[in-house]
Every structure is written in C-alpha cells, then in structure tokens.
C-alpha cells in the first residue's frame, strides 16, 4: 500500500460514510495496538487483508487515518476521530448483544444507571424498588461512582442514565439533562467512639474546620465535584495548610478505615444518615460551607430512549418528588 496522503476532499463534499464491521473492528485493534500486524491478528484476518480494508477506507473518505511509522502506525486527527467512531459503535453492538441475551432469557429490557453515592440509600433505591415492583422482567445493572468518571462513560455509552452532576469540565452538549429541585447537604463522619464524637460540653456542642484540619480526612479523588467543592470550603475558612489525606470514592473501605482509626471522611447527608441508623458512624457537629451543584437525571441525546429507560426515568423522577413534598 503506498504511503503516500490521499488529498483531503473539498469543504461540503465528503462523502456519506460507509462503514463495513470488520473496517470498525479494525480502527478499534488499531487504536488500542497501534500495530497492523497485530490488529489484523486481533480480528483474525491477515495482515494484507487488513491492510486493503484500510486502504478502502481511506480512498473512500480521502483522507489519510494512520501514519505509517517504522515501528507501528500513529493515528491522525482523522484517524482520531474514526477511532472515537469505532469505540462507540463497539459499545452499540455489546450492548444490543446483551439486550438480545436478556430477551432470548425472557426479560423484557435493561437498563445499566451509574450514579454518584448521594442518592443510593433514598431516592435511587425508592425509584429503583418501585420500577421493579411494576417490571420485574427488566434487568437492571447499577454502577456507583462519581461525576467525572460517569459522564464520559454516559457519552461512551457505557450507560443509559446516570444520576449526577455535570461535572466542570463538560459543557453537557448532547445530553437531556432534567435537574432536581434540592442539591445535596454534605456531612462530616468519624466512628462512633471518635474522640470528638464523644466529647460534650454543654456549652458549646459544635466544632470548627480548623480543629478538624490535623486529622486524616478520606475524600473523593482529584477531579469530582465533591472533592473540589470540599477544598474550596476550607480555603474558605482559610485552611490553606495541605490535609492529611486518603482518596478513595469506596464507601466500604471508607467506613472500614473509620471503624479502625480516628480518621473522619465526607460523604452525603443522606449516606451519613443511613449509616448513622445502624450505628456505624457518628455525624459530627460541623458545618460544611458546600454548595453542590443540583444532582439531576443525566442521559444521551445520541441514542433513543428505550421503553424501559423512559419508565425508570419516571419512577425515578416521581421518587424525587415524593421526597420534598
């Protein structure tokens, strides 16, 4: 195959894509090998025969995709871009074999939600008890985890909802955003026998930020909306000494490490509060200055909304509301 650039067509004249599954399975191999011998390997075709599929699509799109390096192949931009193309349509078609395995079984849908850890012990559960009491056949797969990670899964199509918040870095262009009324209360927890959580002094019952600050604090990672918003708080108390931190978005292993140290944590007030009840933690009598963005019911405007995601939606919305009535 010569290595020579195909001219790129003129503005307005690019043709209508067509695009075999081997070709996507390729661009696919391609991208994650950065090899033709072993992309051709990996969908089990030979190496020429790989090489024509590619060579078809380029002539066909006029564009050149890899860069023939000594070594392996580069993408271009366009290579990038058709690379994004491949990923996704390979999520389409995981996710329609799925959907015909759960059908053949005798379910009538499936819905895969990822939400952030707020809204699980409330409203997520509430919704999601109510839509399987009225659709039992409807498989539902649940991920919990936070914004920044949940979003680009979201546009991935990794999900077909996901409860959360835009995180800053995402325009949310292309997704149906519908927002809940009340954003969420944060609180801060430590185990029951915590030395501050058993300290009571008539006259004063609550604690400040600075006599926090020299203890292990397990927060969200880097990058999610919960974790920023917790460190524009203490700046804001002028806290400006760095934390002693552990970063984990695990509740497990949150409360696993409380129940053995003197460490404390923030977490929503509803999963503060459900934890409370069973006597696992003891909420602290502080007051965090958060002002989280509204949770909402996020989905992609790039895929039609299935029977089943469009009745869950429902469920979870009416959840919602039965909560601040």
Same mark, same amino acid.
């Given at each position: 195959?010569? #290595?020579?650039?195909?001219?790129?067509? *003129?503005?307005?004249?690019?043709?209508?894509? %067509?695009?075999?599954? /081997?070709?996507?399975?390729?661009?696919?191999?391609?991208?994650?090998?950065?090899?033709? /011998?072993?992309?051709?390997?990996?969908?089990?075709?030979?190496?020429?025969?790989?090489?024509?599929?590619?060579?078809?699509?380029?002539?066909?799109?006029?564009?050149?995709?890899?860069?023939?390096?000594?070594?392996?192949?580069?993408?271009?931009?366009?290579?990038?871009?058709? !690379?994004?193309?491949? =990923?996704?349509?390979?999520?389409?078609?995981?996710?329609?074999?799925?959907?015909? &395995?759960?059908?053949?079984?005798?379910? @009538?849908? *499936?819905?895969? !939600?990822?939400?952030?850890?707020?809204?699980?012990?409330?409203?997520?559960?509430?919704?999601?008890?109510?839509?399987?009491?009225?659709?039992? %056949?409807? =498989?539902?797969?649940?991920?919990?985890?936070?914004?920044?990670?949940?979003?680009?899964?979201?546009? =991935?199509?990794?999900?077909?909802?996901?409860?959360?918040?835009?995180?800053?870095?995402?325009?949310? %262009?292309?997704?149906?955003?519908?927002?809940?009324?009340?954003?969420?209360?944060?609180?801060?927890?430590?185990?029951?026998?915590?030395?501050?959580?058993?300290?009571?002094?008539?006259? /004063?019952?609550?604690? @400040?930020?600075?006599?926090?600050?020299?203890?292990?604090?397990?927060?969200?990672?880097?990058?999610?909306?919960?974790?920023?918003?917790?460190?524009?708080?203490?700046? &804001?108390?002028?806290?400006?000494?760095?934390?002693?931190? !552990?970063?984990?978005?695990?509740?497990?292993?949150?409360?696993?490490?409380?129940?053995?140290? #003197?460490?404390?944590?923030?977490?929503?007030?509803?999963?503060?509060?459900?934890?409370?009840?069973?006597?696992?933690?003891?909420?602290?009598?502080?007051?965090?200055?958060?002002?989280?963005?509204?949770?909402?019911?996020? @989905?992609?405007?790039? /895929?039609?909304?299935?029977? &089943?995601?469009?009745?869950?939606? @429902?469920?979870?919305?009416?959840?919602?509301?039965?909560?601040?009535?």
């Amino acid at each position: 195959m010569s #290595d020579a650039s195909p001219a790129p067509p *003129m503005p307005g004249t690019y043709p209508t894509l %067509k695009i075999s599954s /081997r070709q996507i399975a390729l661009l696919n191999a391609l991208g994650e090998l950065g090899n033709l /011998r072993k992309a051709a390997s990996a969908i089990h075709t030979t190496q020429p025969a790989a090489s024509l599929l590619l060579q078809q699509l380029e002539e066909r799109l006029g564009v050149q995709l890899f860069e023939r390096l000594p070594r392996g192949m580069q993408p271009t931009a366009f290579g990038e871009v058709m !690379i994004r193309y491949a =990923r996704g349509a390979l999520h389409e078609f995981e996710y329609a074999e799925a959907q015909l &395995a759960e059908l053949a079984r005798g379910a @009538t849908g *499936m819905v895969r !939600i990822g939400t952030v850890m707020g809204p699980v012990p409330t409203l997520l559960t509430r919704g999601v008890l109510a839509f399987k009491a009225a659709h039992p %056949k409807v =498989r539902i797969a649940l991920d919990v985890g936070t914004s920044d990670e949940l979003l680009p899964a979201l546009i =991935r199509g990794d999900f077909d909802v996901v409860l959360g918040r835009l995180p800053d870095q995402l325009d949310g %262009k292309g997704l149906d955003i519908q927002l809940f009324e009340q954003g969420e209360r944060m609180r801060i927890i430590a185990r029951p026998q915590h030395p501050l959580a058993q300290r009571s002094v008539p006259a /004063r019952t609550s604690l @400040t930020l600075a006599e926090l600050a020299p203890l292990t604090w397990i927060l969200h990672p880097i990058g999610s909306p919960m974790r920023r918003q917790v460190e524009h708080a203490l700046q &804001a108390a002028q806290l400006i000494e760095p934390l002693d931190i !552990i970063e984990t978005r695990s509740i497990l292993a949150t409360t696993a490490m409380l129940e053995s140290s #003197d460490m404390i944590a923030v977490v929503p007030n509803d999963v503060a509060e459900h934890y409370a009840r069973y006597g696992m933690i003891a909420i602290l009598p502080v007051e965090l200055p958060l002002s989280m963005a509204n949770l909402g019911l996020l @989905t992609s405007n790039a /895929r039609p909304a299935s029977a &089943a995601l469009k009745a869950l939606l @429902t469920f979870l919305k009416s959840s919602d509301d039965a909560a601040h009535r």
